[in-house]
């Protein structure tokens, strides 16, 4: 992190502490952010095809929540998941936060506790030996250095322990940074919708995940790369022809699967 990577973080949860931080973001989104404004009306237009008002809606790696934001902004009731302490201040700082419950945990097979990375110089962090050697290694990712100094013991849930907490959700976006796997060994109904990301260093893991007994076998899928503006495919399609045509393709960039349960 730089000198002034730092300042900004310090003036991040100073403006936190004292409550100036919400007035502050908001302030500088309507004087200064175009294209935040942008993003998030592109974003809000992409989802609106699968969030409806009064849906469920589990954000699982929420980061600093701007997902989270927009599902609100549709009318989604929002569990924001999220293990970093950092991260989960800004949420609590969002637009919609009326709409967004916080919960501070990872997700996983099992409840229990283990160490999560921080990667120093990325926007990262990721609880997958893998993802984290496939990451370092990539030219797609350079900066992304995985310090022992970033690394921290957070506790894990599962997303069943969430669904008989708050309900099966609507909807569920996963963003885990190659942990993609254990959360879903940890998931044994599948909801009306979700999506997962998936990274071209680890493809092989990604098409492990739409193998997992969760999934209906008559599940529907298709898939984005980068932000979504629309989806690759033309028709939602089989998992097995989503993944090959994933494989054939070959995207530089990361993208997000989406799963749906059949709509007959």
């Known amino acids: 992190m730089s000198n002034m990577d730092r300042v900004v973080e310090i003036g991040r949860r100073v403006a ?12 500088y989104r309507t004087i200064f ?16 095809q699968i969030i409806r008002r009064g849906d469920l809606v589990f954000d699982v790696g929420a980061n600093v929540g701007v997902y989270s934001e927009v599902f609100a902004s ?24 009326n709409k967004i419950k916080i919960v501070q945990t990872a997700v996983g097979a099992r409840v229990g506790t283990d160490k999560i990375r921080v990667a120093t110089s990325h926007t990262m962090a990721s609880m997958s030996p893998e993802w984290v050697c496939a990451s370092a290694d990539s030219p797609r990712l350079r900066g992304a250095e995985w310090g022992w100094l970033g690394e921290m013991e957070v506790s894990i849930t599962t997303l069943d322990s969430l669904c008989q907490t708050y309900g099966l959700p609507d909807f569920i976006k996963i963003d885990v940074e190659g942990y993609e796997e254990s959360v879903f060994d940890g998931l044994s109904i599948q909801p009306k919708c979700l999506s997962f990301e998936f990274n071209p260093e680890i493809l092989h893991a990604t098409q492990r995940c739409l193998e997992k007994p969760v999934f209906n076998s ?24 989503t993944m090959q045509h994933i494989l054939d393709s070959r995207p530089s960039s990361w993208g997000d699967i989406f799963v749906r349960r059949p709509l007959s």
């Open 218 to 241: 008559s599940s529907e899928c298709n898939y984005i790369v980068g932000e979504p503006s629309t989806f690759v495919l033309d028709r939602w399609t089989t998992k097995e022809l």
């Open 74 to 97: 549709l009318g989604a009731n929002v569990i924001a998941i999220e293990p970093l302490p950092d991260n989960v201040r800004r949420i609590r700082n969002a637009r919609y936060r």
């Open 16 to 27: 936190s502490e004292t409550g100036l931080l919400r007035p502050a973001r908001l302030l």
């Open 33 to 48: 952010d175009h294209d935040g404004r942008k993003r998030r009306q592109s974003l809000c237009h992409f989802y609106g």
